[in-house]
């Protein structure tokens, strides 16, 4: 049974940081890419960062980079996303993403809230 499980999301203020989570089980977590996503009320869903099956090559969309980072265990088949520098903007629903060719598998988000 595959699963994909975020945590880590909350209520944070403006300025603050969040590490998220995603612990994954049921498929062979290291020969996949690992992608955050996230979805705003009333938007689309937008992707937020991607890493590699090994590490080694990670993207951010322009509006987070050098505030998150992606990163990886391959022991503990968890995908992280470190969030610094909150803004309301950042504000959504995160979702962990699994994708290797045409096999792919989502969580089932956690909530962020940036707020004063």
């Known amino acids: 049974q595959v699963q994909l499980v975020e945590s880590g999301g909350g209520l944070v203020q403006p300025g603050g940081s969040l590490r998220l989570s995603c612990a994954a089980s049921?498929?062979?977590?290291?020969?996949?890419?690992m992608r955050w996503y996230r979805q705003a009320p009333g938007k689309e869903r937008e992707l937020v960062a991607h890493i590699t099956s090994g590490g080694g090559i990670r993207n951010y969309a322009d509006f987070v980079k050098g505030r998150f980072t992606i990163s990886r265990d391959n022991v503990k088949n968890t995908v992280y996303l470190q969030m610094n520098n909150l803004t309301p903007e950042d504000t959504a629903v995160y979702y962990c993403?699994?994708?290797?060719?045409?096999?792919?598998?989502w969580g089932q988000g956690t909530q962020v809230t940036v707020s004063s």
């Open positions: 993403y699994a994708a290797r060719g045409l096999s792919d598998y």
């Open positions: 049921g498929f062979t977590f290291t020969t996949y890419v």
